[in-house]
């Protein structure tokens, strides 16, 4: 089957940028700031991008250009005859499908938000009624599976068309808007009485604070939000690379992508925690915050329903984005594994997401009992949990060793890979770093993590 390809460079950016920014940025960013101190957590967050980020996206980008095939065939391309690198391809397969069983939920919240939004809901209401709203939302599974049925049934019919029409032209129209209207509503939202406590919040580290949180949960909270808002270690960026040309090197490319990543999270911020203090909620509030922080907003502007009605919108389009990408991923693997057509890969896909979603949503008022990782904690939190603490930090180990371990590809194919190109290029001086320091970083953050949490 010939491989597709993207038809702009921009497109690529775009559309890598799209899988990266999404609810890992606008939701789950600050919200982890909130609750790890602030700035203080910002500080380890872009520390983390630099020195872990970078490098792991140009070996995803890597592996999936010199293959040109999906995460579940790419190392096997790669890989020495009689090694078993491949068998990472199928656990990249499952995180996939992980991350989408609870990721299509929230995508399903920013969409509900639009409506309530846009028909005015939130207008007449105090900032304690519009923390009810959420609350309300969460214990209506018909509500949920609605709107995350609608994310999934729209998301799988967008990468059911071809590379260009589908996927390409969805992610340009999207990230440009929402680029725009969050830079907007983060200078209103720095204007507001009482924002400057917020600003100096996020922006003013304070390593007391972090210190009464724990430097250890800080650290590894930072490190998987910077694998989280990436997508890496589950072949979320290899399979563009597959899809990319060999005209520019991949360093610079990577590096083009994080810096549009981290304005996207850290303008979230600037949005999020001067109206946290202007509205007196809690910037530790968890995975709520976004909805119970912004309607207040949006409440208090001129055109605010107008304007909030946009946010929302552009806000499901960052999780559209992010979810027609890890969609591309699970449709390529089995077109590669099964030889099977993209409209029927998607079809079959679509039933099986649905149903592995549902769980999620349950997990909310149904099976709210059920506490898989201690008291507060339900369905959702397990698959986080399992995506963001256990298979991204494992699976980037793994393209770590697989580009510079001899036993893998090897760090001379993966060098002439990513240099092939104009651009920033990877130099041998990084080696010892990628090849000894890195992986040890990783591992060491990781275990801290499990400790921590058990």
Same mark, same amino acid.
């Given at each position: 089957?010939?491989?597709?390809?993207?038809g702009?460079?921009l497109?690529?950016?775009?559309?890598?940028?799209?899988?990266?920014?999404?609810?890992g940025?606008?939701?789950?960013?600050?919200?982890?700031?909130?609750?790890?101190?602030?700035?203080?957590?910002?500080?380890?967050?872009?520390?983390f991008l630099?020195?872990?980020?970078l490098?792991?996206?140009?070996?995803?980008?890597?592996?999936?250009?010199?293959?040109?095939?999906?995460?579940?065939?790419?190392?096997?391309?790669?890989?020495?005859?009689?090694?078993?690198?491949?068998l990472?391809?199928?656990?990249?397969?499952?995180?996939?499908?992980?991350?989408?069983?609870?990721?299509?939920?929230?995508?399903?919240?920013?969409?509900h938000?639009?409506?309530?939004?846009a028909?005015?809901?939130?207008?007449?209401?105090?900032?304690?009624?519009?923390?009810t709203?959420?609350g309300?939302?969460?214990?209506?599974?018909?509500?949920?599976?609605?709107?995350?049925?609608?994310?999934v049934?729209?998301?799988?019919?967008v990468?059911?068309?071809?590379?260009?029409?589908?996927?390409?032209?969805?992610?340009?129209?999207?990230?440009?808007?929402?680029?725009?209207?969050?830079?907007?509503?983060?200078?209103?939202?720095?204007?507001?009485?009482g924002?400057?406590?917020?600003?100096?919040?996020?922006l003013?580290?304070?390593?007391?604070?972090?210190?009464?949180?724990?430097?250890?949960k800080?650290?590894?909270?930072?490190?998987?939000?910077?694998?989280?808002?990436?997508?890496?270690?589950?072949?979320?960026?290899?399979?563009?690379?597959?899809?990319?040309?060999?005209?520019?090197?991949?360093?610079?490319?990577?590096?083009? $992508? #994080?810096? !549009?990543?981290?304005? /996207?999270?850290?303008t979230? =911020?600037?949005? *999020?925690?001067?109206?946290c203090?202007?509205? &007196?909620i809690?910037?530790?509030?968890?995975?709520?915050?976004i909805?119970?922080?912004?309607?207040?907003?949006?409440?208090?502007?001129?055109?605010?329903?107008?304007?909030?009605?946009?946010f929302?919108?552009?806000?499901?389009?960052?999780?559209?984005?992010?979810?027609?990408?890890?969609?591309e991923?699970?449709?390529?693997?089995?077109?590669?594994?099964?030889?099977?057509?993209?409209?029927?890969?998607?079809?079959?896909?679509c $039933? #099986?997401? !649905?149903?592995?979603? /549902?769980?999620?949503?349950? =997990?909310?008022? *149904?099976?709210?009992?059920?506490t898989?990782? &201690?008291?507060?904690?339900?369905?959702?939190?397990?698959e986080?949990?399992?995506?963001?603490?256990?298979?991204?930090p494992l699976?980037?180990?793994?393209?770590?060793?697989?580009?510079?371990?001899?036993?893998?590809?090897?760090w001379?194919n993966?060098?002439?890979?990513?240099?092939?190109?104009?651009?920033?290029?990877?130099?041998?001086?990084?080696?010892?770093?990628l090849?000894?320091?890195?992986p040890?970083?990783?591992?060491?953050i990781?275990?801290?993590?499990?400790?921590?949490?058990f």
């Amino acid at each position: 089957m010939k491989r597709e390809h993207l038809g702009s460079r921009l497109g690529f950016i775009l559309l890598s940028a799209g899988c990266a920014i999404g609810i890992g940025n606008v939701w789950k960013f600050p919200y982890m700031a909130g609750e790890y101190g602030g700035a203080v957590f910002v500080l380890f967050y872009i520390l983390f991008l630099v020195i872990l980020g970078l490098p792991i996206m140009t070996m995803e980008f890597a592996v999936g250009r010199a293959s040109q095939q999906s995460p579940i065939t790419s190392f096997k391309k790669l890989e020495k005859a009689g090694h078993k690198w491949h068998l990472h391809g199928y656990a990249a397969l499952i995180g996939n499908y992980l991350l989408v069983m609870f990721y299509t939920t929230v995508a399903g919240w920013m969409m509900h938000y639009f409506f309530l939004t846009a028909k005015g809901t939130f207008v007449n209401l105090d900032t304690k009624e519009i923390s009810t709203v959420f609350g309300d939302m969460l214990s209506s599974p018909f509500t949920m599976i609605f709107w995350m049925a609608v994310m999934v049934i729209l998301g799988l019919l967008v990468c059911s068309f071809s590379l260009k029409n589908g996927l390409e032209r969805v992610s340009k129209i999207m990230m440009v808007a929402l680029l725009v209207i969050m830079i907007g509503i983060a200078i209103y939202s720095i204007c507001l009485e009482g924002g400057k406590e917020g600003l100096k919040f996020y922006l003013m580290p304070d390593f007391s604070k972090a210190a009464e949180i724990g430097f250890g949960k800080v650290i590894v909270g930072a490190m998987n939000q910077s694998f989280f808002t990436l997508s890496l270690g589950i072949g979320s960026m290899a399979i563009f690379g597959s899809y990319l040309g060999k005209d520019r090197a991949l360093l610079g490319e990577s590096v083009n $992508i #994080a810096v !549009l990543d981290t304005f /996207v999270a850290l303008t979230s =911020g600037l949005i *999020i925690f001067p109206a946290c203090y202007s509205f &007196g909620i809690k910037p530790d509030s968890g995975p709520g915050l976004i909805f119970k922080t912004l309607p207040n907003v949006f409440k208090a502007l001129p055109y605010g329903r107008v304007i909030g009605s946009f946010f929302f919108i552009f806000l499901t389009f960052a999780a559209f984005s992010t979810l027609i990408a890890v969609f591309e991923n699970i449709i390529s693997c089995w077109m590669d594994l099964k030889g099977i057509s993209r409209k029927k890969a998607a079809f079959y896909n679509c $039933i #099986a997401i !649905l149903v592995l979603s /549902v769980p999620c949503v349950f =997990g909310f008022n *149904i099976w709210s009992g059920f506490t898989p990782l &201690g008291s507060n904690t339900n369905i959702s939190d397990l698959e986080d949990f399992i995506v963001s603490n256990i298979m991204l930090p494992l699976g980037s180990l793994i393209y770590l060793l697989f580009c510079t371990s001899r036993y893998g590809w090897g760090w001379k194919n993966f060098k002439e890979e990513a240099n092939t190109g104009k651009g920033l290029k990877v130099k041998n001086w990084m080696r010892p770093y990628l090849t000894y320091i890195l992986p040890l970083i990783v591992m060491i953050i990781f275990v801290i993590g499990l400790i921590d949490k058990f």
